[in-house]
């Protein structure tokens, strides 16, 4: 994979939170980087 997710704030809050990333911050880096990450993953299938 080529993706990377980078470190993000966001990402802690959402698994203190017991959120997902897109529920807890959708607009954030982590939700952007594991939706990049997912779009990748689905190329490959």
Given at each position: ?45
């Amino acid at each position: 994979m080529n993706t990377t997710i980078r470190p993000n704030v966001a990402l802690v809050e959402a698994q203190i939170e017991k959120e997902s990333i897109f529920t807890w911050a959708n607009q954030s880096a982590g939700a952007q980087d594991y939706t990049a990450l997912t779009a990748e993953i689905l190329t490959r299938l």
